[in-house]
C-alpha cells in the first residue's frame, strides 16, 4: 500500500511542469500545447471521492478551500477569521506530517527530538484519533490514505501491551465512529465493531465495570479498579456502535454501568473518583477535574445523543452538587474556579482539565428544555459558565508565555453560591459574582493564585473547548479573540521542526519544551480553534454531540424495535423532538 506523503499533498490533477529551454520555436510552440492537452485530458488520480460531490479540486497548497467555505476574492483575500482558520489548518498539517515522516505507524510523535512513541496498543492512534480532524478541514488525501491504514487493521497486541480501556474506547472506537459517520466510508465501520467485539470481555466482572487496563488475547488484568470517569466515559461510544450494528451487548453491557451508578448513594449528587471490581465506591474524593471529568460530562450528553431523560436528571442533580459545594470566588480578584473535595476537606486546586466544565454548563444551559432546566437555574449555570470560562482564558492570558499552566493552587476564597446569596439580598446590583473581567495580570503575587512548580502546558484542549461553546452559545466574539491569543501562543512557543511540544515553566520567556506530541492535540485543541474561527455552524449542538475527545457523533432516536431488543425504558425515548424544539 503507498501512502501518499503529507509533506507534498497530491491536487486532483497533477501539476505537468517543464524547464524553459532554448530550441527553436517550433518545438517551444509543440511543448507547450501538449502540457496544455494533458492538463485537459489527464485523470484525476483519486477515481471515487467520499467527499460531497462537487466539492474540490485543491488549491496549490493541496488543501480544499470549498469544503471549507472559503470565500476567496479573485485577489486571494479571505475574511480575518477565515485567515485564522486557515493557519489552524496549517498548523495541523505541520503536527501530521511530522507524525506521518518521523513516528508513524508508532502512536505519537516525540515533537523535540523527531523520535516516536507507542504508549497507547500501537495501532496509530495519532492518524485514528485525527481522521475526523482531517475531513472538518478538507484534507481529503490525507483522509482516503487513512482509510488506507484503517483498513489494514487488525487490533491485535502483544505480551507487551496492557490495553487502556479507557483511552482506546474515546480515542480509538471513538475516532472510528466519527470518521464513519462523516464519510459513511463502509470499513470504518467494520473496523469499529472489530474494535467494540475486542473490548469486550473487559466488562466481564461481578459488577460490569470495565477493567482499568489489560491483554486481552491474555486475559492477563492490570488493576481491577477504576475510576468514575473511566467506568462512565463509554456510553455514547457504544450505545451509537450498537445503533449502527444492532448488536444488543454492545448497549446492554455499559447500560449495566449506568443502572449501578444510579442505584449508588451519592453526597449531593456527586460520585466518588475510585470504584471496585465489584462496583463499589472506594473513596469520597470529589472532583471534576482528572478521575471525574468526562464522567459527568457524558450525563449531559448521553441526553442529547439519544435522548435520555435518566442520564439528563443525573447530570442536573450532579452539576447542582458541584454548584453548591465546589465553586468558589477568590477573594481579590473575585475570579470564579472550581475546587474538589476529599470527605469535606477542600482542596482549593484549579487544573486544566476541569476548564472543560464552562462548556459543559454552556452546553446544558442552551440545550435544555424549560420542563427540566427552569428559568432560575439556567440563569445560574450561565453565569457559571461565563465566570468559570473567563478564568480558565486568565490563566493563559496571565502568563509570559500566554500558555495555561496543568493545575494552580488558587488562593482560597468563598463559596460562590453564599456570595451570591449576598448579591441578591443586596438588589443584584452590578455583575454577578465571579462574573468581573477586569483583564490579565503578569505580577505572580497579585495572580490570586500559584503555579506549584513553574506550570505545564500538555497541548490540552479542554479551554479552547469552552471557549468554542461559549461563542455558539451565546455569540460574543471576545470567546474567539481569546482562542486566537491562545493559538498564537502555541505557535509561538510549542512548535517545534517536527510538529508541536508540551512546555514546562508557561510563566518564563522562552519556556522549556518537552518532548512529546499527544494525539488528542490534533484530535481536540486544533479542531476546537478550527471550529471556533469558522464563520459558518457547521456541526450544531441540535445534531451532533462530542465525545469527551471532540470526536462528534449524530444525534439518533431508538427505535421501536431497538427499545424492545435493548430493554430501553419507553420514556427515555422520544424526548429528543422537545430538546431539539428548544434549540431551534
Not at 7 to 23: A, D, E, H, M, V
Not at 80 to 89: A, F, S, T
Not at 211 to 219: A, D, H, K, P, T
Request: with cysteine; aromatic share 14%.
Amino acid at each position: 500500500m503507498r501512502l501518499v506523503s503529507v509533506n507534498t499533498p497530491q491536487p486532483l490533477r497533477p501539476f505537468i511542469g517543464f524547464r524553459q529551454n532554448y530550441k527553436p520555436g517550433l518545438i517551444a510552440l509543440f511543448t507547450v500545447l501538449t502540457c496544455v492537452l494533458l492538463w485537459f485530458i489527464w485523470p484525476s488520480p483519486i477515481s471515487v471521492s467520499p467527499f460531497e460531490p462537487g466539492i474540490g479540486p485543491f488549491n496549490e497548497d493541496g488543501f480544499n478551500d470549498s469544503a471549507l467555505g472559503l470565500s476567496r476574492t479573485s485577489e486571494g483575500n479571505i475574511s480575518k477569521w477565515e485567515r485564522r482558520q486557515d493557519e489552524v489548518r496549517r498548523a495541523f498539517m505541520h503536527a501530521y506530517s511530522g507524525y506521518m515522516e518521523h513516528a508513524f505507524p508508532a502512536d505519537e510523535l516525540l515533537a523535540t527530538s523527531g523520535g516516536k512513541s507507542s504508549k497507547f496498543n500501537g495501532w496509530s492512534i495519532t492518524l485514528i484519533d485525527a481522521m475526523d480532524t482531517m475531513w472538518m478541514m478538507g484534507l481529503e488525501n490525507q483522509f482516503i490514505d487513512a482509510v488506507q491504514v484503517v483498513a489494514a487493521q487488525n487490533f491485535t497486541t502483544n505480551s507487551k501491551y496492557f490495553v487502556s480501556f479507557f483511552e482506546t474506547v474515546i480515542r480509538y472506537l471513538g475516532g472510528l465512529l466519527s470518521a464513519y459517520s462523516l464519510s459513511r466510508e463502509p470499513i470504518l465501520l467494520s473496523r469499529a465493531d472489530d474494535l467494540g467485539t475486542f473490548l469486550l470481555p473487559i466488562f466481564e466482572t461481578p459488577s460490569g465495570f470495565p477493567i482499568n487496563s489489560g491483554n486481552v488475547q491474555n486475559m492477563d488484568w492490570m488493576g481491577k479498579d477504576i475510576l468514575f470517569s473511566e467506568a462512565a466515559s463509554c456510553q455514547l461510544e457504544f450505545k451509537y456502535l450498537a445503533k449502527l450494528t444492532g448488536r444488543k451487548e454492545y448497549y446492554r453491557t455499559v447500560d449495566r454501568i449506568m443502572e449501578r451508578l444510579y442505584a449508588t448513594k451519592t453526597e449531593n449528587g456527586l460520585f466518588p473518583t475510585r470504584w471496585s471490581g465489584l462496583g463499589e465506591p472506594l473513596d469520597r474524593q470529589y472532583t471534576v477535574g482528572a478521575s471525574g471529568d468526562s464522567g459527568y460530562e457524558y450525563l449531559l450528553k448521553q441526553y442529547l445523543l439519544s435522548g435520555d431523560t435518566k442520564a439528563l436528571t443525573q447530570y442536573l442533580e450532579s452539576i447542582n452538587g458541584v454548584m453548591q459545594w465546589l465553586l468558589f470566588v477568590t477573594p481579590t480578584r473575585e475570579l470564579l474556579y472550581v475546587a474538589s473535595m476529599n470527605h469535606l476537606t477542600v482542596k482549593h486546586d484549579l487544573e486544566h482539565l476541569a476548564c472543560f466544565l464552562p462548556g459543559l454548563l454552556a452546553l446544558g444551559a442552551h440545550t435544555i428544555p424549560d420542563a427540566y432546566l427552569p428559568a432560575k437555574e439556567r440563569e445560574r449555570h450561565k453565569w457559571a459558565a461565563a465566570g468559570l470560562a473567563y478564568t480558565c482564558y486568565l490563566l493563559y492570558a496571565d502568563q509570559k508565555s500566554g500558555l495555561g499552566p496543568e493545575k494552580v493552587g488558587m488562593k482560597p476564597g468563598t463559596r460562590w453560591v453564599d456570595e451570591l446569596a449576598t448579591w441578591e439580598a443586596a438588589g443584584r446590583v452590578g455583575m454577578p459574582p465571579g462574573l468581573k473581567e477586569e483583564g490579565p495580570i503578569k505580577n505572580q503575587k497579585k495572580k490570586d493564585y500559584d503555579l506549584n512548580g513553574g506550570g505545564t502546558y500538555f497541548l490540552r484542549p479542554e479551554t479552547v473547548e469552552s471557549l468554542y461553546i461559549m461563542w455558539r452559545t451565546t455569540g460574543e466574539e471576545k470567546w474567539r479573540e481569546r482562542g486566537y491569543e491562545i493559538f498564537v501562543a502555541i505557535e509561538r512557543h510549542a512548535k517545534t521542526r517536527y510538529g508541536y511540544t508540551s512546555v514546562a515553566h508557561v510563566d518564563m520567556d522562552p519556556v522549556r519544551p518537552l518532548d512529546e506530541m499527544p494525539s488528542f492535540f490534533l484530535a481536540e485543541t486544533l479542531k476546537y480553534l478550527f471550529l471556533l474561527f469558522d464563520e459558518e455552524d457547521r456541526y450544531p449542538f441540535s445534531k451532533w454531540v462530542f465525545n469527551t475527545e471532540a470526536h462528534p457523533l449524530p444525534v439518533f432516536k431508538w427505535s421501536s424495535w431497538e427499545r424492545k431488543l435493548y430493554r430501553i425504558i419507553p420514556e427515555l425515548d422520544g424526548v429528543q423532538t422537545t430538546c431539539e424544539a428548544s434549540i431551534n
